[in-house]
T-cell receptor, first 112, second 114 residues
Framework: AQSVTQLDSHVSVSEGTPVLLRCNYS??????LFWYVQHPNKGLQLLLK??????LVKGINGFEAEFKKSETSFHLTKPSAHMSDAAEYFC??????????FGGGTRLMVKP | NAGVTQTPKFQVLKTGQSMTLQCAQD?????MSWYRQDPGMGLRLIHY???????DQGEVPNGYNVSRSTTEDFPLRLLSAAPSQTSVYFC?????????????FGSGTQLSVL
């Protein structure tokens, strides 16, 4: 069985400072990993995905994530937060079949 | 392109009532799915379909039915609504059911069951 743990339910940063959203996963296979973002009252949008190519994945809006197999982690980072980054972020794992497993989400707040 | 369209955006039901949440996509995607989103629990898969005429259960299928008579449409039926079904529901689609496929989400339906 696969599972995803997002280690922080809320993260607050100041505009212009780095963002780190943490994600750990468990999987019986070589997983595919995703980060999705959800802005208020909107559907989810794909930020980036890892599919066993380069371990450092670049996504949209300056976000990137690094796959670390030894740590079973897939943390999301951004060098400098912008007010428009305030949203909820979901780490997602897919390792078999047709089902994705979502983490519980991390709400990112950006202070001016 | 409209993408994935869900209707209605909001719905209030009384316990025991039935209703259908509509989902349509215009991208010719084979894979469609329904999720419910509850605070702190992420999204949980209710049902999914890998093509017209083919459906299967996800993680939390009880109390819900689906059908897929066309590629475009994937309605979700609540048979007898219960307060535990109060949630935000999302429909999502992708080109195929491959593990690496990007999901396209609708804007959600907020359902309250009294």
């Amino acid at each position: 069985a696969q599972s995803v743990t997002q280690l922080d339910s809320h993260v607050s940063v100041s505009e212009g400072t780095p963002v780190l959203l943490r994600c750990n996963y468990s999987s019986s296979y070589s997983p595919s990993l995703f980060w999705y973002v959800q802005h208020p009252n909107k559907g989810l949008q794909l930020l980036l995905k890892y599919t066993s190519a380069a371990t450092l994945v670049k996504g949209i809006n300056g976000f990137e994530a690094e796959f670390k197999k030894s740590e079973t982690s897939f943390h999301l980072t951004k060098p400098s937060a912008h007010m428009s980054d305030a949203a909820e972020y979901f780490c997602v794992v897919s390792d078999a079949g047709n089902m994705l497993t979502f983490g519980g989400g991390t709400r990112l707040m950006v202070k001016p | 392109n409209a993408g994935v369209t869900q209707t209605p955006k909001f719905q209030v039901l009384k316990t025991g009532q039935s209703m259908t949440l509509q989902c349509a996509q215009d991208m010719n995607h084979e894979y469609m799915s329904w999720y419910r989103q509850d605070p702190g629990m992420g999204l949980r898969l209710i049902h999914y379909s890998v093509g017209a005429g083919i459906t299967d259960q996800g993680e939390v299928p009880n109390g819900y039915n689906v059908s897929r008579s066309t590629t475009e449409d994937f309605p979700l039926r609540l048979l007898s609504a219960a307060p535990s079904q109060t949630s935000v529901y999302f429909c999502a689609s992708s080109y195929s059911s491959g593990l690496n496929e990007k999901l396209f989400f609708g804007s959600g339906t907020q359902l309250s069951v009294l």
